[in-house]
């Protein structure tokens, strides 16, 4: 709790290694996590709600009980346990984690199904945790998406990536990776989780193409709230601290050369457009400039005159 509302990250997570519980209420009935986001240390709050330990994970790569085979082979324990650590939830990110991850590409269904069983525990456990289970099932439903261009599409898990970032053609929107999130998050088994309730209560009311995308609020709702750093994101992945810009718009940013690279054949239809209106804001804020330059020259001038007069 104090590791928590001191914002220490290393403090915290060793803590929730040595089994912590996340959900030990204090004296006014806050949880950890929660004292952490009143006192505004998101990145405690986000390390706190999506912890799951390794050894956790370890148990569904032995077989129980009556099973002749584990839940999960054990040379994917690894791939796996850092996809459920992960904080970045955007689709693209989770299929380079797929893509990088090689052996994972024959068992996303055997992952998937994992997903669902742990799914299932972070909602029975006599301490549910809505969000771990909200956000390993929306995994699942993106590892599924990658079997189904991979299996029955025959495709690549590069034009999966594409057809999530495809931009609609007046700004560039992506609507493909918008409904995607929408079916999924409303795919949530539990329809009675409050947690399921907020999400959708957030994203019914908003037009697609308009702002918050459903990815946003899923984010928000799953990692506490991150709006800050949101503006550093790469248009890409989702990756924070994304410093690189495009060079001929500077009005989308990248984590590095292979997002850019990735994005291009969708961005380039709209560079132009963008670059435009880069260009005018640029010329605006030059304008407003001067324009408070001069009435400050105006003022000094008024002034020496009352200076020279009096
Ligand atoms: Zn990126
Ligand atoms: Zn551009």
């Known amino acids: 709790m104090f590791a928590a509302l001191s914002g220490n990250l290393e403090v915290t997570r060793l803590m929730l290694e040595a089994g912590a519980r996340t959900s030990a209420v ?10 952490a986001a009143f006192v505004g240390q998101h990145a405690v709050v986000s390390l706190i709600n999506n912890f799951f330990s390794r050894d956790d994970l ?11 085979e584990a839940k999960l082979p054990p040379n994917l324990a690894d791939c796996v346990h850092k996809l459920i650590l992960m904080s970045n939830l955007n ?14 590409q024959d068992e996303l269904v055997t992952i998937a199904r994992l997903l669902d069983t742990l799914c299932t ?7 549910t945790n809505e969000v771990m289970a909200m956000k390993v099932h929306y995994q699942g439903c993106v590892l599924r998406e990658a079997n189904k ?3 029955e599409k025959n495709d690549t898990l590069q034009n999966l990536m594409k057809y999530f970032l495809k931009g609609r053609e007046k700004d560039g929107f992506p609507v493909a990776q918008e409904k995607f999130l929408r079916l999924s998050i409303r795919s949530f088994p539990y329809h009675e989780s409050e947690l399921l309730q907020q999400i959708v209560h957030n994203v019914a009311p908003v037009t697609v193409g308009d702002d918050p ?14 709006s800050a750093a949101a503006e550093n994101q ?12 495009c060079s001929a718009c500077k009005k989308v940013k990248y984590c590095g050369q292979a997002c850019q690279k990735l994005h291009w054949f969708t961005h380039k239809k709209i560079c132009a457009t963008l670059k435009a209106e880069f260009l005018k804001e640029q010329e605006l804020a ?3 400039k001067q324009q408070t330059l001069e009435e400050q020259e105006g003022k000094d001038i008024q002034t020496i005159h009352v200076v020279m007069y009096n």
């Open 26 to 35: 204090n004296t006014v009935g806050r949880t950890a996590s929660q004292m």
């Open 58 to 68: 370890d148990y569904y790569t032995k077989p129980q009980g009556v099973e002749k």
């Open 91 to 104: 689709p693209v990110k989770i299929i380079l984690h797929v893509q990088e991850n090689p052996e994972s």
């Open 121 to 127: 525990k972070f909602m029975k456990q006599s301490e």
């Open 149 to 151: 261009w991979l299996v």
């Open 213 to 226: 995308t459903a990815l946003s609020i899923l984010v928000s709702a799953i990692n506490g709230h991150q």
């Open 234 to 245: 790469c248009y890409t992945c989702g990756d924070l601290q994304a410093e690189k810009k």
């Open 286 to 288: 030059e304008k407003m």
